[in-house]
């Protein structure tokens, strides 16, 4: 198998779905960690503010800027295989 081709819309969909997840896992992790900082120094709240903004904002950037660069991969992608080939896939 030769991939000659890549659509790019829906690639690019796939991928910034993809790096959506991976930004709400980093956003979690964020509120985690922005949360406990706020304990250790001395009851501030970073949590409520930093946290929450981490759980909708991360995955929002993630999403666009993974769709964004996948959607320009995929292009890059198709001008170098009609160049130099395509990737070859080996299945069983």
Do not use: H
């Not at 991939?3 to 930004?23: C, D, H, S, V």
């Not at 709240?45 to 981490?54: K, M, T």
């Not at 660069?69 to 395509?86: D, E, K, Q, S």
Request: net charge positive; charged share 5%; proline share 3%.
């Amino acid at each position: 198998m030769i991939i000659k081709r890549i659509e790019p819309f829906p690639f690019a969909k796939l991928m910034g779905t993809l790096y959506a997840i991976l930004g709400l896992i980093g956003g979690i992790i964020f509120a985690l960690f922005s949360s406990m900082a706020g304990g250790m120094m001395g009851g501030m709240n970073l949590g409520g503010s930093f946290g929450l903004a981490g759980i909708i904002v991360l995955p929002l950037i993630y999403g666009i800027v993974g769709f964004i660069f996948c959607f320009i991969g995929a292009l890059f992608y198709n001008f170098a295989a009609g160049l130099v080939g395509g990737v070859q896939i080996t299945t069983d």
